[in-house]
């Protein structure tokens, strides 16, 4: 083992899950889950296997209470408890769930196809948002009173409990492949086919367009207090500035960057300016924005990271690659 | 502990044809013939039957224009999410069978797999199966552009149906498809019964294997038909091409001609090189690589293929002609200039 697996030898716990680790998340009890493409979630917790679906589960997301929600590629959103329980809370035919969300105020989101469905906490179809075109993407805002649905020529913001449903439609023509609403809820930030990011800054409208991608963007990430917008899809992690008047005219930070292989997946720490990346062969850092220091967490293995999150805390990151294998760290103070 | 490394590529069979042709007969006939392949099947949500297979995926069809500068520029945006999908459960399926609806435009479909790098990485285009009703396919000519276009796209033709035409006819509608696109693979059939490796696994879309399996591509007469709106136009010189001559010729010619440009396939013997460069290009789209060494006998003639509407004949061929080394160099930069291209 290399010197850069020291902190995945001394404090993480690390398994073969032998499929693509689509997703991985903590539960809002602490319980950490990963979704594969095989449509088992697995436990951390002894790395129990679930049966989720028949076929691949396409997403995961942290479910209102505890446990977690995947959506799969059987039509069906399920419920995984802490205790490995799997529950079916919606079905939608021989369509693709391709997105799920949740929010802690009870509310739960599926998108299929051009639809983004509503559920309350007990699983009870609340309503159903219709789009022009295929949902790519949806994001709850923090209080979870809106949730923003990305598509083609651009993004819908919907305020879940209002009675009479039309969204304010954010428009900028092209293909959006997904979407993130800023903690404050001030800015939607769209991801590109085009090797792009698209922004708005909601109480104007004001257009942002972040540029410069060798690659498609896949994931992007707000830090803790918003400052930064961390993003993947360059040989380095891209930061923009979301103050001091940027991203406008400002240049993004670089960081973690110089070996020439691209970032695929960021994660940003729950209280501190410090983001977790994965890269395109497998490694897995953390680096602190302030600082530029950067700490390696697992060494490269061969295929792309595509999981990657913290916990509620911040003192556990848990990663998953495209090849299976995935890992969990402990990164308390001992 | 070591990681699963990456997988070659997924091949994909992209099947067209106009209603009623026999496109969901042949899609079932692959799907239960005994060859042991397992198939994951996208197939579009107006399909005519059902279709019969453990893994069968639904496509809305959606067509998105990419904001690259190019106004042709359409790709399918529903496949490059299907195909993401499909890729996380690799290990189920040996390959993948896409159906278009019989109105499709072939170009997004194609040009998805030129244009996005997801789907450059994980799958190959095997072929563009089109299959065309022996009996309909005249009067289909006649009247729709999309049946004119999935001629032109397609790499291997399965002229079905061929229990309604007499012998006569069939000949009739083979000279009418040469006149649309010369090189594509002819198939006869009746109720879609081709051999199903005359139409998967074939790597009909690489231009090597065209090379292998066809040298008439290089050799074979150029037709001149115009009788249908789309038509082709092919062109043969002796003498090596200066690569930066025909990249400043080939980039005017697609930004200016590219909408009416459906394909353009070419082997070119460069100048100063050893190996053949295979070239293609989905209206304004291009893409090019080496393809191995030239053998000893082999002649070295480079040729071009154009297929598309309103072609300029005369100036299709002084430009690829203008495009050889030794040539005077006025003589190109006349024929880039003849190529302007539209106002961005």
């Given at each position: 083992?290399?010197?850069?697996?020291?902190?995945?030898?001394?404090?993480?716990?690390?398994?073969?899950?032998?499929?693509?680790?689509?997703?991985?998340?903590?539960?809002?009890?602490?319980?950490?889950?990963?979704?594969?493409?095989?449509?088992?979630?697995?436990?951390?917790?002894?790395?129990?296997?679930?049966?989720?679906?028949?076929?691949?589960?396409?997403?995961?997301?942290?479910?209102?209470?505890?446990?977690?929600?995947?959506?799969?590629?059987?039509?069906?959103?399920?419920?995984?408890?802490?205790?490995?329980?799997?529950?079916?809370?919606?079905?939608?035919?021989?369509?693709?769930?391709?997105?799920?969300?949740?929010?802690?105020?009870?509310?739960?989101?599926?998108?299929?196809?051009?639809?983004?469905?509503?559920?309350?906490?007990?699983?009870?179809?609340?309503?159903?948002?219709?789009?022009?075109?295929?949902?790519?993407?949806?994001?709850?805002?923090?209080?979870?009173?809106?949730?923003?649905?990305?598509?083609?020529?651009?993004?819908?913001?919907?305020?879940?409990?209002?009675?009479?449903?039309?969204?304010?439609?954010?428009?900028?023509?092209?293909?959006?492949?997904?979407?993130?609403?800023?903690?404050?809820?001030?800015?939607?930030?769209?991801?590109?086919?085009?090797?792009?990011?698209?922004?708005?800054?909601?109480?104007?409208?004001?257009?942002?367009?972040?540029?410069?991608?060798?690659?498609?963007?896949?994931?992007?990430?707000?830090?803790?207090?918003?400052?930064?917008?961390?993003?993947?899809?360059?040989?380095?992690?891209?930061?923009?500035?979301?103050?001091?008047?940027?991203?406008?005219?400002?240049?993004?930070?670089?960081?973690?960057?110089?070996?020439?292989?691209?970032?695929?997946?960021?994660?940003?720490?729950?209280?501190?300016?410090?983001?977790?990346?994965?890269?395109?062969?497998?490694?897995?850092?953390?680096?602190?924005?302030?600082?530029?220091?950067?700490?390696?967490?697992?060494?490269?293995?061969?295929?792309?990271?595509?999981?990657?999150?913290?916990?509620?805390?911040?003192?556990?990151?848990?990663?998953?690659?495209?090849?299976?294998?995935?890992?969990?760290?402990?990164?308390?103070?001992? | 502990?070591?990681?699963?490394?990456?997988?070659?590529?997924?091949?994909?069979?992209?099947?067209?044809?106009?209603?009623?042709?026999?496109?969901?007969?042949?899609?079932?006939?692959?799907?239960?013939?005994?060859?042991?392949?397992?198939?994951?099947?996208?197939?579009?949500?107006?399909?005519?039957?059902?279709?019969?297979?453990?893994?069968?995926?639904?496509?809305?069809?959606?067509?998105?224009?990419?904001?690259?500068?190019?106004?042709?520029?359409?790709?399918?945006?529903?496949?490059?999410?299907?195909?993401?999908?499909?890729?996380?459960?690799?290990?189920?399926?040996?390959?993948?069978?896409?159906?278009?609806?019989?109105?499709?435009?072939?170009?997004?479909?194609?040009?998805?797999?030129?244009?996005?790098?997801?789907?450059?990485?994980?799958?190959?285009?095997?072929?563009?199966?089109?299959?065309?009703?022996a009996k309909h396919l005249v009067a289909r000519l006649a009247?729709?552009?999309?049946?004119?276009?999935?001629?032109?796209?397609?790499?291997?033709?399965?002229?079905?149906?061929?229990?309604?035409?007499?012998?006569?006819e069939?000949?009739e509608v083979?000279?009418r498809?040469?006149?649309?696109?010369?090189?594509?693979?002819?198939?006869?059939?009746?109720?879609?019964?081709?051999?199903?490796?005359?139409?998967?696994?074939?790597?009909?879309?690489?231009?090597?294997?065209?090379?292998?399996?066809?040298?008439?591509?290089?050799?074979?007469?150029?037709?001149?038909?115009?009788d249908?709106?789309?038509?082709?136009?092919?062109?043969?010189?002796?003498?090596?091409?200066?690569?930066?001559?025909?990249?400043?010729?080939?980039?005017?010619?697609?930004?200016?001609?590219?909408?009416?440009?459906?394909?353009?396939?070419?082997?070119?013997?460069?100048?100063?090189?050893?190996?053949?460069?295979?070239?293609?290009?989905?209206?304004?789209?291009?893409?090019?690589?080496?393809?191995?060494?030239?053998?000893?006998?082999?002649?070295?003639?480079?040729?071009?293929?154009?297929?598309?509407?309103?072609?300029?004949?005369?100036?299709?061929?002084?430009?690829?002609?203008?495009?050889?080394?030794?040539?005077?160099?006025?003589?190109?930069?006349?024929?880039?200039?003849?190529?302007?291209?539209?106002?961005?």
């Amino acid at each position: 083992m290399s010197d850069t697996d020291f902190l995945l030898d001394s404090r993480g716990d690390a398994q073969d899950l032998g499929a693509w680790v689509i997703g991985a998340v903590f539960g809002r009890d602490g319980g950490c889950a990963f979704a594969l493409g095989d449509g088992t979630v697995r436990l951390a917790d002894g790395w129990r296997p679930v049966t989720a679906h028949d076929g691949a589960c396409l997403s995961i997301a942290a479910d209102v209470k505890d446990g977690v929600i995947t959506g799969g590629d059987d039509g069906r959103v399920m419920r995984i408890a802490p205790d490995g329980t799997a529950t079916e809370l919606a079905k939608y035919g021989s369509k693709w769930v391709d997105h799920v969300a949740a929010h802690d105020s009870g509310l739960r989101a599926a998108t299929v196809g051009k639809a983004v469905h509503i559920l309350d906490g007990k699983g009870t179809a609340l309503k159903s948002l219709a789009h022009p075109t295929t949902v790519t993407g949806i994001a709850f805002d923090t209080k979870g009173k809106r949730i923003a649905a990305s598509h083609y020529n651009g993004a819908s913001l919907w305020f879940v409990a209002a009675k009479e449903s039309s969204p304010r439609v954010l428009e900028w023509k092209g293909s959006h492949t997904g979407v993130v609403i800023s903690p404050d809820a001030s800015h939607v930030v769209t991801t590109m086919q085009e090797n792009t990011l698209h922004g708005w800054r909601l109480a104007d409208g004001q257009h942002m367009r972040m540029a410069g991608y060798p690659s498609k963007t896949k994931s992007v990430a707000f830090t803790a207090k918003g400052r930064w917008l961390a993003t993947a899809g360059a040989d380095c992690v891209v930061l923009w500035p979301f103050f001091g008047g940027g991203p406008m005219g400002k240049a993004p930070t670089e960081l973690a960057g110089g070996d020439g292989v691209l970032c695929t997946t960021v994660a940003c720490h729950p209280t501190q300016d410090v983001v977790a990346a994965g890269f395109d062969d497998g490694l897995v850092l953390i680096a602190e924005i302030g600082s530029g220091r950067v700490v390696p967490v697992a060494a490269p293995r061969g295929t792309a990271v595509s999981a990657l999150a913290w916990n509620g805390v911040g003192s556990h990151l848990a990663f998953g690659t495209e090849g299976g294998f995935a890992g969990l760290i402990d990164l308390s103070k001992k | 502990m070591s990681d699963t490394t990456a997988r070659d590529p997924v091949p994909v069979t992209v099947l067209t044809g106009y209603l009623g042709a026999g496109k969901t007969t042949l899609l079932n006939r692959i799907l239960t013939e005994n060859h042991g392949k397992k198939f994951a099947v996208v197939i579009n949500e107006f399909g005519e039957l059902g279709v019969d297979n453990d893994l069968v995926v639904d496509a809305d069809e959606e067509v998105f224009e990419m904001n690259n500068g190019c106004i042709c520029c359409t790709v399918r945006g529903d496949l490059i999410r299907i195909l993401g999908g499909l890729m996380k459960r690799r290990d189920r399926f040996d390959g993948i069978i896409l159906e278009t609806t019989g109105l499709a435009d072939p170009a997004p479909v194609a040009q998805t797999f030129f244009v996005d790098e997801d789907v450059k990485r994980a799958t190959r285009l095997d072929a563009i199966v089109t299959v065309v009703d022996a009996k309909h396919l005249v009067a289909r000519l006649a009247d729709t552009k999309e049946a004119q276009e999935q001629i032109a796209f397609a790499d291997i033709i399965v002229l079905n149906k061929m229990d309604l035409v007499t012998g006569a006819e069939a000949d009739e509608v083979e000279r009418r498809i040469r006149g649309i696109n010369p090189y594509a693979e002819i198939r006869r059939a009746t109720k879609s019964d081709v051999p199903i490796d005359s139409v998967i696994g074939r790597d009909a879309f690489n231009l090597e294997r065209i090379l292998e399996r066809e040298p008439e591509f290089l050799s074979g007469d150029d037709h001149h038909e115009h009788d249908s709106e789309v038509n082709s136009v092919s062109f043969e010189v002796d003498k090596p091409i200066d690569a930066e001559r025909f990249n400043a010729w080939i980039t005017q010619v697609l930004a200016s001609k590219g909408q009416d440009l459906l394909r353009t396939k070419g082997i070119l013997y460069y100048a100063d090189d050893s190996r053949r460069f295979a070239f293609q290009a989905v209206h304004m789209i291009a893409d090019g690589d080496f393809i191995g060494e030239v053998k000893d006998g082999d002649p070295k003639k480079s040729k071009i293929v154009f297929i598309g509407r309103d072609l300029n004949r005369p100036w299709l061929r002084r430009g690829f002609e203008a495009c050889q080394a030794g040539e005077d160099e006025s003589k190109i930069q006349a024929e880039i200039a003849r190529w302007t291209p539209p106002p961005a």
